[in-house]
C-alpha cells in the first residue's frame, strides 16, 4: 500500500489559501442532501457538527455521554495558543509553525502544521465572538501567558478552565444547529463500529446505553472526533470513560493506525497515592510559568522528607537542585514537556524522589509569591513592606492566577501550596499517535476522517503546552468544513443510505456477536482489574523511557493478558440494559490489541524522539538522540487478525525547515 | 476506615427503589468515588450488580457526577464535588446515604443515573450567542471591561451538574439557567440578543417541569462551583426587560 498524504502543491505559505479557493464545492442544496455523521462532541466534533450544521449539511452528531458539554476537552485548563502577535513580542505564523514543528522533534508534516499555525488567529475570533470569556487586561484586550517550549507569549486562556470555557462555546454552537434542526443530536450512544460499503465509510452502529439496543445509522461521511488513547495505561489524567473504541474499530476495518507509540507523558500531575487510585490530576503546564522545580541535593535531607521531619521551605536556596534550570538554563523550567518529564524520571530514578514512594518533585511558587509580592507593594506604593506584607500581596496575586489549581491540589492532597511546595510527577496525559490521515484529514478509508487528538496529523513525537485546544477547533471550525467537500462533491448523486443493506446488517452482527462473547466468558476477573494490569504492563515497558528488551517481554505479556481475558473476564449484568460494566468491556477489549501496534512501533523506531525515549538511543548526557536518515517517517500500523501487522511508511519531507538537534539549554 | 453505606438501588424509572446497606472498607487517601469503586469491585468478585453512577473527568469540571450525600448534593464540603470529594473528611465507623438526584425534570435512569438532557434543552432554547464560523471580527476589536469579563467568566463556570436543582425544595433550575443569561449578557458579544435569550430559556425551564424559584438559595450554597445568587438577580432583571420590551 502507497499512502498519498494529499498535500497541495505551491509554497508553504500559499498552499492552504490557494488550496481552499480552487478546491470542489458542494452547492448548498445539495448539501441539504448530504448527510454526515460526527461521532464525539469534543472541541473538535463539535466545532465540526456545528459547522456542518451551519453550511447546511445535515448532520447526526453522537456522544456516549449523556451530554456533549461532558466531553474531556472541557477539563483542559491551562490555555489555546494563537499566531496572534498582540504582545507584540516576536510571534508569527511562521514562529507558531517553527515551534510546533520543532516542539514534535520533527516527526509531523509541514504542510498541515503550517495551516494549523495560519488558522490558529481565526480560533480566537470565533471564540470571542461566542462569548467565550478569555483573561483580559485592564484596558479591556485579551490576555496572553507563556507556555512550554516557546519564547513568546501567545497563550489565551480563562483562568485555569480554558478547556471548559472553549467547549461549552463549541457546545452552545452545536445546540444552535441542534435547535435549527441542522444537527441531530444522539446522547448516550456509543459507536461500536464503522460500516464500510463499496470501500466507502457509510455509517456506524451504536449501542444505545440506556437501553443496550443495537442500531444502524448511515451517512454519506464518517467523521471521528472521539480523542486519544491514554487510558491504555489504566492511570492517566485522561477520564474514566476516555477510549480508543472508535479509533480502533475503524483501524479494524482497514484504516491506519499512525505513531501509536508517541505518547505525551505530563510532567506536572498529582502523584500515586495508592493502589485503588482511579486516575491522575493534571496541575497546568502554565503553573512552569511561576513555579520552580526542584529536589534537594542531600539525600539525607531527601530521607527527612520523606520521613516528614524535615520542612521543604526550610532546605536553604543552596542546598536545593533547580535541576531544570541548571540542565537548561535558555529555558529552565519551560522545556516542553518530554524533556520536563524525563528530567524528573532521572532524579527520582537516582534516589531523589521526596515523597515515600519516591516518585515526586517538588514545584514550588515562594520565589513567585516574593516576586509578585514585592511588584505589587511597589505599585501600591508601600514603602519598606514587611516579609509578611510582601507574602500577603504575592499570594493574591498568584491566586488571581492559578487560584482554582491550587484549590484542585489542596482538595486532593490536603496541603496548602502556597504554603508548602507542590509534589508533582509526570503522568500519560495526550496521545499525539491516531489514525492516519491526508492533508484533508480523511484516513485512507474514503469517506472516513478523523479529527483532533483522534487522528495523528499536527503534533509529531510531541505535542507543546495549549496546542491541543487549537488543533481541535482547528480541525473542527476551520478545516474539515471544507476539506469534507473534497469526498462530498463527488457523492451528490448518492442517495440516503439504506440501512437494511446487508453491510449494515452484518456489521451489527459482528457487534452482538463480540458482545455476547464478553458476556458469555463469565470468568472470575472484574474488566477494571484486567484494565489496570494492561495499564501498568504498558507503563513499565512502554512509557517513559523503552528498550528493545523490555518491549519484547511486553509485547508477549500483553498477548497471554488477551488471552486471559476472553477466557476469564466477568461482565456483570444484561447486554439490554443500562450497563457501564459492559462499556467497560468493549474498551478494554479494544485498548488490549492497541497495546500490541503500539509496542510494535516503539520496537520499530530505533531512535528517541520526543515522547518516545528509547535507553539505546541517547547521547552522552542523557539526551533524546534522533536518527533522522532512517526514521523520518510516520509510520502506519494496518492491523491483521492473524498478528501479521503490517508497517506503512510515510516519509516526511522538510523543505521550510532544518532538522536541528532539539536543544533547550 | 469501615464504613456503612445506605445506598438508592432502582433498576429502572418504572420499578420501585429502595435504599441497601453495604459495608465498605476505605482509606482517608481515597476520593468518594474510589471508595465507591472498591466497593463495586467487591460486590463484582460476588457476582452482584454493582451500583450504578455517574463519573467521568474525576476532577470537578465535567459536571459528570452526581450523588446526594448524607443528604448533600455532592456532600457534606463546600464548592466541592462528588468526585473531588475525599474520604479523610468523613469518620470511622460512618453511616453514609447515597441517592440519586431527585426531581421531576431529571427522570431516574438506574441507582444513581438521572437523565438531565432537560439541561442541553434549555441552552438549545437560546443559551448561545448567533454567530456561524467564519463570520467573526478580530478578538481584540470590542475591548471589554475587565471586571465584566470577570463576572461572565464567574457565571461561565457552571458545570451543568444539577446540583442547584437536586438542592432546591422546588427543583427549580433557575440558578443553572441564570448563569448562563448572566454569563452572555455581561458580554458585549453576548448583549444583541440577551432579551430573547431570557424568555426563551425560560420558556424552556418551565416547559421541562421544572419548579419555580422561592429565593431560597440553597442552589448557590450547595453549588459545587459557588455560582452567585446574584446571578439569579440578573436573570430576573434581564426577564423583566425582556417582558416588557415584548409589551
Redesign the interface.
Known amino acids: 500500500m502507497q499512502l498519498n498524504a494529499n498535500i497541495p502543491e505551491g509554497e508553504l505559505k500559499e498552499k492552504w489559501q490557494s488550496y481552499r479557493s480552487s478546491m470542489k464545492l458542494v452547492a448548498p442544496n445539495n448539501k441539504r442532501k448530504l448527510e454526515v455523521i460526527v461521532v464525539g462532541t469534543g472541541l473538535a466534533g463539535a466545532?465540526a457538527a456545528?459547522?456542518l450544521g451551519?453550511l447546511g449539511y445535515s448532520v447526526k452528531a453522537y456522544t456516549f455521554?449523556?451530554?456533549?458539554?461532558?466531553?474531556?476537552s472541557?477539563?483542559a485548563q491551562g490555555g489555546i495558543n494563537a499566531a496572534?502577535n498582540?504582545q507584540n513580542d516576536g510571534d508569527s505564523v511562521y514562529r507558531l509553525f517553527y515551534d510546533t514543528i520543532k516542539g514534535g522533534d520533527y516527526r509531523s508534516r509541514e504542510a498541515n502544521v503550517y495551516r494549523l499555525a495560519e488558522v490558529s488567529t481565526?480560533i480566537?475570533?470565533?471564540?470571542?465572538?461566542?462569548?467565550v470569556?478569555?483573561?483580559?487586561?485592564?484596558?479591556?484586550?485579551?490576555a496572553n501567558r507563556s507556555f512550554g517550549g516557546v519564547q513568546v507569549s501567545r497563550t489565551f486562556y480563562?483562568?485555569g478552565?480554558t478547556g471548559?470555557?472553549l467547549l461549552?462555546g463549541a457546545?452552545?454552537?452545536l445546540?444552535?444547529q441542534?435547535?435549527n434542526g441542522n444537527v441531530k443530536?444522539f446522547?448516550r450512544h456509543e459507536m461500536l463500529d464503522v460500516v464500510i460499503k463499496d470501500d466507502k465509510a457509510r455509517g456506524i452502529i451504536t449501542r444505545n446505553l440506556?437501553t443496550g439496543e443495537l442500531q444502524r445509522h448511515g451517512a454519506h461521511a464518517v467523521v471521528l472526533a472521539t480523542g486519544g488513547y491514554g487510558n491504555v495505561y489504566y492511570l492517566s489524567t485522561n477520564?474514566?470513560?476516555c477510549n480508543v473504541s472508535a479509533a480502533w474499530r475503524a483501524v479494524k476495518r482497514g484504516a491506519l493506525m499512525a505513531n501509536p507509540s508517541f505518547c505525551q507523558i505530563h510532567p506536572t500531575c498529582i502523584p500515586v497515592?495508592?493502589s485503588?487510585?482511579?486516575?491522575l490530576?493534571?496541575m497546568s503546564e502554565s503553573l512552569r510559568n511561576d513555579g520552580r522545580v526542584w529536589v534537594p541535593k542531600s539525600k539525607e535531607d531527601v530521607q527527612k522528607i520523606r520521613e516528614g521531619s524535615l520542612e521543604p521551605s526550610h532546605i536553604k536556596e543552596e542546598d536545593r537542585d533547580y535541576y531544570l534550570e541548571r540542565r537548561y538554563p535558555a529555558f529552565g523550567n519551560l522545556v516542553p514537556r518530554d524533556v520536563a518529564s524525563r528530567a524528573a524520571k532521572t532524579v527520582c530514578d537516582e534516589g531523589y524522589g521526596v515523597n515515600q514512594s519516591g516518585l515526586a518533585v517538588f514545584l514550588d511558587f515562594s520565589s513567585a509569591i516574593e516576586r509578585y509580592g514585592k511588584a505589587e507593594a511597589h505599585s501600591q506604593g508601600i514603602s519598606n513592606p514587611s516579609d509578611e506584607k510582601i507574602t500577603e500581596l504575592g499570594e493574591k496575586v498568584v491566586e488571581k492566577k492559578y487560584g482554582n489549581l491550587f484549590?484542585?491540589y489542596e482538595?486532593?492532597k490536603?496541603d496548602n501550596p502556597y504554603k508548602t511546595p507542590m509534589m508533582i510527577y509526570p503522568a500519560i496525559h495526550y496521545t499525539m499517535g491516531g489514525l492516519w490521515v491526508d492533508y484533508n484529514l480523511q484516513t485512507n478509508v474514503p469517506g472516513l476522517f478523523a479529527m483532533g487528538e483522534a487522528n495523528f496529523s499536527d503534533h509529531g513525537a510531541n505535542r507543546l503546552g495549549a496546542s491541543a485546544l487549537m488543533q481541535g477547533l482547528a480541525d473542527g471550525?476551520?478545516v474539515i468544513?471544507y476539506t469534507i467537500g473534497t469526498f462530498l462533491a463527488d457523492e451528490i448523486n448518492t442517495p440516503a443510505m439504506d440501512i437494511e443493506a446487508e453491510e449494515f446488517q452484518q456489521t451489527e452482527a459482528d457487534v452482538r456477536q463480540r458482545i455476547e462473547t464478553l458476556m458469555n466468558v463469565d470468568g472470575?476477573k472484574?474488566v477494571?482489574?484486567f484494565h489496570r494490569e494492561l495499564g501498568l504492563l504498558i507503563w513499565d515497558y512502554c512509557g517513559m523511557s523503552r528498550n528493545e528488551k523490555g518491549l519484547k517481554t511486553a509485547l508477549e505479556k500483553v498477548r497471554a493478558l488477551r488471552k486471559e481475558y476472553y477466557e476469564n473476564v466477568?461482565v456483570?449484568?444484561k447486554a439490554k440494559d443500562?450497563n457501564?460494566?459492559l462499556e467497560k468491556a468493549t474498551r478494554v477489549a479494544d485498548f488490549m490489541e492497541l497495546a500490541e501496534i503500539m509496542i510494535l512501533d516503539a520496537l520499530d523506531r530505533e531512535e528517541s524522539c520526543g515522547g518516545h525515549f528509547r535507553e539505546e538511543y541517547q547521547t552522552e548526557e542523557g539526551e533524546a538522540l534522533r536518527r533522522d536518515d532512517e526514521y523520518a517517517y510516520v509510520a502506519a500500523w494496518k492491523w491483521s487478525d492473524d498478528l501479521d501487522h503490517e508497517l506503512i511508511k510515510e516519509n516526511l519531507t522538510f523543505d521550510n525547515v532544518e532538522l536541528k538537534t532539539r536543544s533547550y539549554k | 476506615m469501615n464504613l456503612t453505606l445506605e445506598i438508592w438501588r432502582q433498576e429502572g424509572p418504572n420499578t420501585k427503589g429502595r435504599f441497601e446497606k453495604y459495608k465498605v472498607e476505605a482509606n482517608e487517601h481515597m476520593s468518594f468515588l474510589e471508595m465507591l469503586d472498591v466497593l463495586n469491585e467487591d460486590l463484582i468478585a460476588q457476582k452482584r450488580q454493582p451500583v450504578s453512577f455517574e463519573h467521568d473527568c474525576r476532577e470537578g469540571i465535567c459536571g459528570t457526577c452526581s450523588m446526594v450525600i448524607n443528604g448533600k448534593p455532592h456532600g457534606p464540603m463546600k464548592a466541592t464535588t462528588a468526585c473531588q470529594l475525599h474520604m479523610r473528611h468523613f469518620k470511622e465507623g460512618q453511616t453514609i446515604t447515597i441517592e440519586p438526584w431527585r426531581a421531576r425534570a431529571f427522570p431516574l435512569i438506574k441507582d444513581l443515573v438521572v437523565d438531565r438532557s432537560s439541561f442541553d434543552r434549555i441552552i438549545e432554547a437560546g443559551g448561545y450567542v448567533s454567530v456561524n464560523t467564519g463570520q467573526a471580527p478580530d478578538g481584540n476589536s470590542i475591548p471589554v471591561e475587565e471586571q465584566d469579563s470577570v463576572d461572565a467568566f464567574d457565571a461561565a463556570t457552571c458545570i451543568g451538574c444539577g446540583a442547584c436543582v437536586a438542592a432546591c425544595p422546588n427543583a427549580s433550575a433557575m440558578l443553572f439557567t441564570a448563569a448562563k443569561v448572566s454569563h452572555l449578557a455581561k458580554l458585549p458579544q453576548g448583549r444583541v440578543e440577551a432579551d430573547e435569550r431570557a424568555s426563551k430559556m425560560v420558556a424552556q425551564m418551565d416547559k421541562e417541569g421544572f419548579g419555580m424559584c422561592s429565593n431560597t438559595g440553597a442552589c448557590s450554597a450547595e453549588c459545587p462551583k459557588e455560582i452567585s445568587l446574584d446571578n439569579i438577580a440578573k436573570l430576573n432583571r434581564e426577564y423583566l426587560h425582556a417582558s416588557l420590551a415584548d409589551a
Do not use: C
Open positions: 466545532s456545528a459547522t451551519e455521554h449523556d451530554s456533549p458539554r461532558r466531553a474531556h472541557i477539563a496572534k498582540y481565526e480566537i475570533d470565533q471564540a470571542v465572538a461566542q462569548g470569556p478569555f483573561a483580559r487586561e485592564y484596558g479591556g484586550l485579551l480563562a483562568r478552565q471548559q470555557q461549552l457546545y452552545q454552537a445546540e444552535r441542534v435547535a443530536l446522547n440506556v477520564a474514566m470513560n497515592s495508592g485503588y487510585q482511579s486516575k490530576t493534571l484549590e484542585m482538595k486532593i490536603g471550525y476551520f468544513p472470575s472484574s477494571e482489574s466477568y456483570p449484568g443500562y457501564p460494566e
